[in-house]
């Protein structure tokens, strides 16, 4: 961490605004090769964390106007010397202004690194450390809420009472070892321990809704030709991601978009209407639209409610059978001859919607959120979405299982020590205070570079 690093801040495009960021011991001195503030004070000279106006100036020329803020160690996002430049959003003259800090010596940062250097520096936990990079992927509401309590502390502060609650514990069995004349206790080792379980069990129940949270959920759009199923993801999607043709059997292969329904974010993907054919290209794609629906985490299965339902309905609705699904009953502006009550009969939920006007979509969304969450999770921070705390969760669980079993049949308390020591560790791992630099490496790996 020697070295001064500089990124790109803003996404890669062409906007408003673009933001270099420089962290290091040489932030200050470097800014000074690509800006220069209007009354030409250096940036030692600055008010810390106050913007100040001027040139951006690379090879002596002029090359935009902009503004510039120095933060001091260790009152800084890094725990370094940082440094921000605020320019207008060209490509062009973003690359060249690194181009030109890289010749005066910062180094390319690399994904993560920013946030890196804030766990390694104290500024944040490891799970906080996480949090940025949910909250810079969120692609719903409650996914970005979730993350935002996180990285405020919510989980990390129930990590870091399971370590000092085993520490404490660890800490009485060895001064209990050591001297056994004095009487040392910070409470019934049995007991700390159960309650330390049962916390873990609780979080770890909310690991099913968090991943949901993160990842989405599979869903497939299912039906016959020309029920209208393209036109369902365009109108979910809100824009034209597929094309909607009235001659049945348009679409050959499957398109997958990312949407927000209910609150929650699906992977929904359109295929071919399933049918029998004897068009090769139309068949393949019959079984690519078979095979994401076996997939799937749930179905919407499509009919014309304009129309009497036919036999492929049928053999769509089987396929559905005892599935977690949506039947959606489309066209629902045009005259019904579709009588909902067979359907309602075999399946839960029968919403009738249409692609063209919007009717009954908010219908859906209100299916989903009772089907999913009844609206009864607060994503406060509270709900685990990482397989790798979970994994050093289970760890920590299966350590002090042992460790009270042991307790219970009284063997020595060199036994108990050891499953106290392997919980600690795998405790230390969520709150950073005990993780192996590959697992860092392999966090932060994930992260955009600029972050």
């Known amino acids: 961490m020697m070295e001064t690093i500089a990124a790109l801040a803003t996404p890669p495009l062409s906007g408003a605004i673009g ?7 040489r932030s200050f001195s470097l800014l000074k090769a690509v800006f220069a503030e209007n009354r030409g004070l250096p940036p030692e000279r600055w008010k810390p964390r106050v913007m100040m106006l001027g040139k951006v100036i690379v090879d002596g020329e002029l090359l935009d106007a902009g503004m ?8 800084s996002y890094t725990g370094e010397d940082m440094a921000e430049l605020h320019m207008h959003g060209s490509i062009p003259a973003l ?3 690194l181009e030109a800090l890289y010749l005066a010596g910062a180094a390319p940062a690399k994904p993560g690194e920013f946030t890196s250097r804030a766990f390694l520096h104290g500024k944040m936990s490891l ?4 949090a940025v990079c949910d909250l810079v992927t969120a692609e719903t509401r409650d996914a970005a809420r979730n993350a935002a309590g996180q990285l405020d502390g919510k989980i990390g502060r129930v990590f870091s009472d399971m370590y000092d609650r085993l520490s404490g514990l660890i800490a009485q069995f060895y001064a209990a070892a050591d001297y056994p004349e004095e009487y040392i206790e910070t409470g019934p080792p049995a007991e700390v321990l159960q309650s330390v379980l049962e916390t873990l069990e609780t979080l770890l129940t909310t690991l ?21 199923k393209s036109s369902l993801l365009n109108a979910f999607a809100g824009y034209e991601r597929a094309i909607v043709s009235p001659r049945p059997g348009t679409t050959r292969d499957t398109l997958e978009e990312v ?10 993907t359109d295929g071919a209407g399933i049918r029998d054919t004897r068009d090769d290209i139309e068949e ?10 076996e997939s799937a985490e749930l179905l919407f299965v499509t009919l014309d409610g304009s129309e009497d339902l036919t036999q492929e309905d049928r053999a769509v609705l089987d396929l559905a059978r005892d599935r977690q699904s949506l039947v959606l009953i489309n066209k629902s502006d045009l005259p019904q001859k579709l009588e909902r009550e067979q359907l309602e009969a075999a399946f839960l939920h029968v919403i009738p919607v249409s692609a063209l006007t919007g009717e009954g979509l908010d219908a859906v969304d209100s299916t989903l959120r009772r089907l999913f969450d009844g609206g009864a999770t607060l994503y406060d921070g509270s709900v685990l979405t990482n397989e790798r705390q979970a994994a050093a969760i289970r760890r920590t669980m299966d350590a ?12 020595t308390q060199d036994a108990v020590l050891a499953e106290l020591e392997r919980a600690l560790a795998a405790v230390g791992e969520l709150t950073g205070r005990r993780v192996r630099e590959e697992i860092i490496d392999e966090i932060f790996a994930r992260f955009c570079i600029g972050k």
Not at 400 to 411: C, D, Q, S, Y
């Open 19 to 25: 933001i270099i960021r420089l962290s290091g011991p």
């Open 68 to 75: 510039a803020v120095r933060m001091i160690a260790p009152y």
């Open 95 to 97: 690359r060249a202004v």
């Open 127 to 130: 799970s906080q450390a996480e």
């Open 208 to 228: 099913g809704k968090g991943l949901l949270l993160r990842e989405g959920l599979r869903c497939s759009i299912l039906g016959k030709p020309n029920v209208g």
């Open 259 to 268: 949407v927000t329904i209910g609150g929650m974010k699906l992977r929904l």
């Open 284 to 293: 393949a794609g019959v079984k690519r639209a078979r095979s994401a629906a």
């Open 400 to 411: 002090v299982r042992n460790a009270l079993t042991a307790l219970r049949e009284g063997v």
